[in-house]
């Protein structure tokens, strides 16, 4: 059985920090591109960014670049997502995904979806 498991997630200021984690089971984790997904209230799943295997190349949503960076542990079968310059528009649930597929993803190239974590940045 497949899990994903999201961690990290919780109420922060703009302008604050934070990393969510995304500790995987039941699947061979150095197989699988990793990304991360949000959903605010109201709105679509978007893509925010991904990782290759080997942690050599990332993707990036635009509204992200700069602040958010993504990592992997293939040893800890765990990636990270680390949010700095956190503003009130990147509230919203966030989710761990794992996907056969390179690059920007959109939710139908997902194999594996996490249950997510809540963010909320406030004022």
């Known amino acids: 059985q497949v899990q994903l498991v999201e961690s990290g997630g919780g109420l922060v200021q703009t302008g604050g920090s934070l990393r969510l984690s995304c500790a995987t089971s039941g699947l061979t984790f150095r197989d699988y591109f990793m990304g991360w997904f949000r959903q605010a209230v109201g709105k679509e799943r978007e893509f925010v960014l991904s990782i290759s295997w080997n942690g050599r190349t990332t993707w990036y949503a635009d509204s992200v670049k700069g602040r958010f960076t993504i990592s992997r542990d293939n040893a800890k079968n765990t990636v990270y997502l680390q949010m700095n310059s956190l503003e009130i528009e990147d509230t919203a649930d966030y989710y761990c995904?794992?996907?056969?597929?390179?690059?920007?993803?959109?939710?139908?190239?997902?194999?594996?979806w996490g249950q997510g974590t809540q963010v909320t940045v406030s004022s």
């Open positions: 995904a794992a996907s056969e597929i390179p690059g920007v993803l959109t939710a139908t190239m997902v194999n594996y």
